[in-house]
C-alpha cells in the first residue's frame, strides 16, 4: 500500500516539477523584449523536447548506470537495453531535472544567441555536463553499494541546488562571456542602460508556476511520500519567502522603490538556496539560509555589471551564485547525525565546497571549451541587423503588429516616401496606433502638398523678382564701372565709387535670394566635369588675396602635396562654397590670418577630401554655432550691422555641400578664431596630366619669418624629392652661405620672403648675391600683387614673382623649370608668375541681351579689351545672327521675350552637331 502511495506521489511530483518548464517560459518572455518574446518561447520548448529524448537515449544511464570508477555510469549493456517498468518513474522524474537544468540557460543568453547555437548547448548539457556530474553526486547516494565520487565522500546535495541550477548557471555563464553583451546594454564608460521587458505580470504568473513546481522538485526528492515531505515543502516556501521578503527590503534602500526584476529573482533564489537542505533543517534556519540567498543574488548581479556581462533575466546570480550559498550551507546548518555522512563539521564544510568548484569548474570549463571551439567556425551569436529587428522576425518570420508599426516607420525613415501607410487590424491596440497614426499622415501630407504650392509660388516669385532686379543693377554697375574710368572731378568720382559699392552689395543681396530660391524649389543642381583642385583652390586664394592684404590680414593656402589634382567635380559649388568661407574668414577678421588647408586620404577610385577654413577672427559662441547654418542668421545680431551680410551664406553653403553628399560642421571660440570643415567624396579624375616633377639634387633655401609659410614650403618641396633649408633673415641666409666646408649651404635656388624682408627685398637679394653667386636665381614671395616693371628684362634681379598667398601650382612651376634648365637665355620669367594679362583677345563675341543699357556696357568694356562686339536682342535673333557667321564666344542672357536663351542655346548647339 505504501509503495502505491510513494509511487503516485512521484508521478504527482513529476507533473508539479513539468509546471517548471512553462513557468521558465513565461518569466524569461516576460523578461525580454517583445520583439525576442516568441523566440524565447520556442527555445524553451525546443530544450525540453531535445534535452527528454537524449535524456532517454543515453543520458539516464550514463547519470545512473553502474559506475565505472565513481566517473561515469553505465555498461555496454545498459546503454543498448531498454528501461526496466522499476526505472520509468525514476527516469521520468529525472527528466524533469535534465530538462530544467538546460532551459535554465534560454534567459541569460536571450536576445542574442542563434537557434542552431542553442540547441547545441541543449546538447552538450543533455549528454555529457548534466549526466556526468549527476553521476558523481547522486548515482547511489545513500546506499551501500558503489557510488559516484563526490557521493562516496559524502557531498550532499537533496534536491539539486548544484546538479541542477549550479550547472544550468556556469554553462550559461560561459555562453553570456563567448557572446557579449547585447547591442546598448552597455556604454565605453562602463556604465550601463537598462533594457526592460515587455510583460511583467507574465514573468510573475512564471515565477509563481515555478514555485508549484519546486513543490514536486523538493517533494519528489525524498523518494516517497515519506514523513519528511511536510517539512520540505513547509522549508521550501518559507526559504522562497524569505529571499523575496529580503529583497524587496534591501533593493528597496538601494533603489528607493520595488524593482520587479529583483523581486522575482529573490523569489527564485531562496528557493534554490534551500533546495540542498530542505529535508534537514528547520523552519527558522529555512528562512536564514532563503534570505541570504537572496542578498548573493543581489551582490552577484551587481557584479556581473561591474565586469559588463550580460545576464538577461539574472540566471547567474538567482541560480549559481544562491546555489553555492545554499551548498555551503548544507554544512553550516545541518545536524551531522542528519547527514549521516559520518565527517565532522569541517571535513564535511570542505566536501561542500569541493563540490561546488568541481561543478563550477565542469559546467563552466566544458561548456567554455566547446562553445568556444564551435562559436570560431559556427558562429553562435545572431547578425547585428536581425538583433536590430529581433529573433521573432529573423528567426521564426513571427511579426506583430507593433513590429509592422516599427517597420513602416523605418522605411519611411530611409526612403523619405511618406505615401506609405501602416496595415491597420482594428481589434488590437498597436492597430488603433496604426489607425491613428496613418490619419496623421493624410493630414500631414495635405499640409505638405499646401506648403510646397506656397513655396514653389514663392521661388518662382523670388526667381522672376531677382531677374528683373539684377537686369538694371548690372546695367548700373558696368556704366559706374565706365564712369570711373572717364575725366571726373573728386567730388564726382566720389559719387561713382558710392553708386558702385552700394549697387555691389544691392547685387550680391539678390544673388543670394535667387540661390535661396533655387534651394528651396529643389532647382539647386551639380555639373560634374573634369576639375584641377589644385588651381582651383590657388585661385581662389589669390582672388581674396587683395582684400585680406588691405585688411593686414595674412592669408595662407596649403594643399597636401599627397592629394591628386585631378577629380571629377562641380566645379561652381566648389568654388562658391570655399569663396564664402574663405570670405567670411576674412571679412570676421580684423588681425592675425585665415587659411585654407585641403588635406584628405585617397583611394583607388575616389578621395576623402577635407577643406579647413581657419581664422584668428572674432570666433563664434557655443550657442550661435548651433544655428549658423540657418537662413537669415548670423552669429550675433549686432554683427549684421557692423559686418554687414544677410545671413544667406552659409545656409546656401550647407546646401550646396549636402547636394554634392558631403558634410559641413564648425568648432569656434569668442576672441580666438573659428574653423569650418567641409568634407566630399570626389571621383579621381584619369586626366592626361605629367607625372609630377621630380627636384632630386636641387636645393632651395628659403628665408622668410612667417613659420607657416616656410612649413608649406618644406613640406611640397621635400615631398617632390628636393633638398630644403630655411632661415628667417637675410642675414643668417649670408651666414650659411659663408660657413665653413662642411656646413656651408650651396642652393640651386633661393627663396626671399618680401614681407620678411625689412632692409627690402631687393637689397636682400644684391647682398645674398655678393655671396652665392650669379648661377643662383631667385624666386619672389610676395603680398603686393603687383610685380615692379623693369624696362631691361636682363635686369630683374628675380626668376619669379609669386603672389601671397602661396601659389604651390605656381612655385612648382617657377621650380621645375629651374631643376630642368628650361626658360630664356636671360633666365627670368616673370609674366608667368605674376599673372599679368594682355588685354589684346582679337575675339568675335557676341552679346545676346534684352536690356539696351547692359548691352551698351557690355560692348564699351568688351571693345576695350580688343574685342569685335555684335549684338541680338532676344534669342530668335541670336540664332538667326549664328546661322550667318561663327562668334568665338555668345554671351546670353536667360530671360527674353520671344525665345529664351536657354531655348536658343539649345538649337544653336544642335546647328553645331549638325555641322559636325
Same mark, same amino acid.
Given at each position: ?9 512521484? *508521478? ?65 549493456a545498459e546503454l543498448f537495453s531498454p528501461l526496466s517498468d522499476e526505472q520509468l518513474i525514476s527516469f521520468m522524474f529525472q527528466a524533469m531535472f535534465c530538462g530544467t537544468a538546460a532551459t535554465i540557460v534560454s534567459g541569460a543568453v536571450a536576445e542574442r544567441m542563434n537557434f542552431r547555437g542553442y540547441i547545441i548547448v541543449t546538447i552538450v548539457i543533455s549528454i555529457a555536463i548534466y549526466p556526468v556530474f549527476g553521476h558523481w553526486v547522486w548515482n547511489g547516494a545513500g546506499s551501500d553499494g558503489a557510488q559516484g565520487w563526490l557521493a562516496e565522500r559524502g557531498f550532499i546535495d537533496f534536491a539539486g541546488t548544484t546538479v541542477v541550477h549550479g550547472t544550468g548557471a556556469w554553462v550559461a555563464l560561459a555562453a553570456i562571456i563567448i ?106 534556519? %529555512? ?41 555551503? %550551507?548544507? %554544512? ?136 528683373? *532686379? ?70 581662389? !586664394? ?31 559649388? *566648389? ?7 574663405? !570670405? ?217 614673382w609669386i603672389r601671397k598667398p602661396l601659389v604651390s601650382t605656381l612655385l612648382l612651376k617657377a621650380l621645375s623649370s629651374l631643376c630642368q634648365e628650361a626658360v630664356g637665355d636671360n633666365g627670368h620669367n616673370s609674366d608667368s608668375a605674376t599673372g599679368k594679362a594682355a588685354y589684346d583677345f582679337n575675339l568675335d563675341i557676341l552679346v545676346v541681351d534684352d536690356d539696351k543699357v547692359n548691352r551698351i556696357v557690355a560692348r564699351s568694356l568688351l571693345e576695350k579689351m580688343g574685342c569685335r562686339i555684335d549684338t541680338a536682342t532676344n534669342g530668335k535673333e541670336a540664332v538667326q545672327k549664328v546661322a550667318e557667321r561663327k562668334y568665338d564666344i555668345i554671351f546670353m542672357d536667360c530671360m527674353m521675350p520671344e525665345m529664351s536663351g536657354y ?14
Amino acid at each position: 500500500m505504501q509503495s502505491n502511495i510513494d509511487q503516485l506521489w512521484l *508521478i504527482f511530483c513529476i507533473g508539479l516539477v513539468f509546471l517548471m518548464q512553462p513557468g521558465f517560459l513565461a518569466f524569461e518572455s516576460g523578461l525580454t523584449r517583445a520583439k525576442n518574446s516568441v523566440n524565447v518561447a520556442i527555445k524553451n520548448l525546443t530544450d525540453f523536447s531535445i534535452s527528454f529524448a537524449l535524456f532517454w537515449l543515453v543520458g539516464y544511464t550514463l547519470m545512473f548506470g553502474t559506475t565505472n570508477a565513481g566517473l561515469i555510469g553505465g555498461t555496454l549493456a545498459e546503454l543498448f537495453s531498454p528501461l526496466s517498468d522499476e526505472q520509468l518513474i525514476s527516469f521520468m522524474f529525472q527528466a524533469m531535472f535534465c530538462g530544467t537544468a538546460a532551459t535554465i540557460v534560454s534567459g541569460a543568453v536571450a536576445e542574442r544567441m542563434n537557434f542552431r547555437g542553442y540547441i547545441i548547448v541543449t546538447i552538450v548539457i543533455s549528454i555529457a555536463i548534466y549526466p556526468v556530474f549527476g553521476h558523481w553526486v547522486w548515482n547511489g547516494a545513500g546506499s551501500d553499494g558503489a557510488q559516484g565520487w563526490l557521493a562516496e565522500r559524502g557531498f550532499i546535495d537533496f534536491a539539486g541546488t548544484t546538479v541542477v541550477h549550479g550547472t544550468g548557471a556556469w554553462v550559461a555563464l560561459a555562453a553570456i562571456i563567448i557572446l557579449g553583451p547585447r547591442l546598448g546594454r552597455f556604454n565605453k564608460d562602463g556604465t550601463h542602460n537598462p533594457i526592460s521587458g515587455n510583460n511583467l505580470p507574465l514573468s510573475m504568473v512564471g515565477v509563481l508556476l515555478l514555485w508549484i513546481g519546486w513543490m514536486g522538485f523538493n517533494g519528489g526528492s525524498a523518494g516517497g511520500f515519506t514523513a519528511d515531505v511536510p517539512k520540505i515543502l513547509l522549508n521550501t516556501f518559507l526559504g522562497g519567502a524569505a529571499g523575496f521578503i529580503t529583497t524587496l527590503i534591501v533593493s528597496w534602500k538601494i533603489l528607493k522603490y520595488p524593482h520587479g526584476g529583483v523581486l522575482m529573482n529573490g523569489a527564485l533564489a531562496g528557493l534554490v538556496s534551500v533546495t540542498a537542505s530542505c529535508n534537514l533543517i528547520s523552519a527558522g534556519e %529555512a528562512v536564514i539560509i532563503g534570505a541570504i540567498g537572496g542578498m548573493v543574488m543581489l551582490a552577484v548581479d551587481r557584479l556581473l555589471l561591474r565586469l559588463g556581462l550580460d545576464d538577461v533575466v539574472g540566471v547567474v546570480g538567482a541560480h549559481g551564485g544562491a546555489g553555492i550559498w545554499g551548498t555551503i %550551507a548544507v %554544512a553550516l546548518f545541518a545536524e551531522s547525525s542528519a547527514l549521516q555522512t559520518g565527517l565532522a563539521f569541517e571535513e564535511q564544510l570542505l566536501i561542500q565546497v569541493v563540490g561546488v568548484l568541481v561543478n563550477f569548474i565542469w559546467g563552466f570549463g566544458v561548456a567554455y571549451l566547446i562553445l568556444r571551439l564551435i562559436n570560431g567556425f559556427l558562429p553562435l551569436r545572431i547578425a547585428f541587423e536581425d538583433e536590430v529587428v529581433g529573433l521573432n522576425v529573423a528567426a521564426h518570420h513571427a511579426p506583430n503588429e507593433i513590429q509592422s508599426l516599427v517597420d513602416v516607420l523605418d522605411l519611411q525613415a530611409r526612403s523619405k516616401n511618406f505615401d506609405l501607410r501602416v496595415p491597420v487590424d482594428p481589434y488590437t491596440e498597436a492597430g488603433q496606433i496604426s489607425k491613428r497614426y496613418n490619419k496623421i499622415l493624410d493630414l500631414l501630407q495635405e499640409a505638405l502638398l499646401t506648403s510646397d504650392a506656397a513655396n514653389k509660388a514663392k521661388s518662382e516669385f523670388l526667381a522672376n523678382m531677382s531677374h528683373e *532686379i539684377r537686369t538694371p543693377m548690372n546695367a548700373i554697375m558696368g556704366l559706374s564701372d565706365l564712369l570711373k574710368a572717364s575725366d571726373l572731378n573728386a567730388q564726382d568720382k566720389n559719387y561713382v565709387n558710392l553708386i558702385n559699392k552700394s549697387g555691389g552689395k544691392l547685387l550680391t543681396l539678390v544673388n543670394g535670394i535667387l540661390d535661396l530660391s533655387r534651394v528651396e524649389s529643389g532647382n539647386l543642381t551639380l555639373k560634374l566635369q573634369a576639375v584641377n583642385l589644385h588651381e582651383l583652390v590657388d585661385d581662389i !586664394g589669390q582672388s581674396l588675396a587683395y582684400g585680406a592684404f588691405k585688411k593686414g590680414v595674412l592669408l595662407r593656402v596649403r594643399y597636401a602635396p599627397t592629394l591628386p589634382d585631378w577629380f571629377v567635380a562641380d566645379t561652381a559649388g *566648389i568654388q562658391k562654397i570655399l569663396t564664402n568661407l574663405l !570670405g567670411n574668414a576674412i571679412k570676421f577678421t580684423s588681425r592675425g590670418y585665415v587659411m585654407i588647408d585641403v588635406d584628405g586620404a585617397v583611394s583607388e577610385r575616389v578621395a576623402s577630401i577635407t577643406f579647413r577654413v581657419r581664422d584668428s577672427g572674432i570666433g563664434i559662441s557655443k550657442e550661435a554655432c548651433a544655428t549658423i547654418f540657418d537662413q537669415f542668421t548670423q552669429a550675433d545680431a549686432s554683427a549684421t550691422r557692423q559686418y554687414e551680410g544677410t545671413g544667406l551664406g552659409l545656409a546656401i553653403t550647407k546646401a550646396q555641400v549636402e547636394l554634392m553628399g558631403g558634410e559641413i560642421g564648425v568648432t569656434s571660440e569668442v576672441g580666438v578664431g573659428s574653423e569650418f570643415t567641409v568634407s566630399l567624396a570626389l571621383p579621381l579624375h584619369q586626366a592626361d596630366v605629367l607625372p609630377p616633377p621630380d627636384l632630386s639634387h636641387f636645393s632651395v633655401l628659403s628665408v622668410s619669418r612667417d613659420e607657416v609659410d616656410q612649413a608649406n614650403i618644406r613640406e611640397l618641396i621635400e615631398y617632390h624629392h628636393a633638398i630644403y633649408a630655411g632661415v628667417d633673415s637675410s642675414q643668417n641666409a649670408i651666414a650659411q652661405l659663408c660657413g665653413s666646408a662642411g656646413e656651408r649651404l650651396n642652393p640651386n635656388c633661393i627663396m626671399i620672403d618680401a614681407d620678411s624682408a625689412d632692409e627690402g627685398w631687393e637689397k636682400a637679394i644684391a647682398d645674398i648675391k655678393h655671396v652665392a653667386g650669379a648661377n643662383v636665381s631667385f624666386i619672389v614671395l610676395s603680398s603686393d600683387i603687383h610685380a615692379p616693371d623693369f624696362a631691361d628684362n636682363s635686369a630683374c634681379p628675380y626668376h619669379a614673382w609669386i603672389r601671397k598667398p602661396l601659389v604651390s601650382t605656381l612655385l612648382l612651376k617657377a621650380l621645375s623649370s629651374l631643376c630642368q634648365e628650361a626658360v630664356g637665355d636671360n633666365g627670368h620669367n616673370s609674366d608667368s608668375a605674376t599673372g599679368k594679362a594682355a588685354y589684346d583677345f582679337n575675339l568675335d563675341i557676341l552679346v545676346v541681351d534684352d536690356d539696351k543699357v547692359n548691352r551698351i556696357v557690355a560692348r564699351s568694356l568688351l571693345e576695350k579689351m580688343g574685342c569685335r562686339i555684335d549684338t541680338a536682342t532676344n534669342g530668335k535673333e541670336a540664332v538667326q545672327k549664328v546661322a550667318e557667321r561663327k562668334y568665338d564666344i555668345i554671351f546670353m542672357d536667360c530671360m527674353m521675350p520671344e525665345m529664351s536663351g536657354y531655348e536658343a542655346t539649345g538649337k544653336i548647339r544642335e546647328m553645331e552637331e549638325g555641322a559636325g
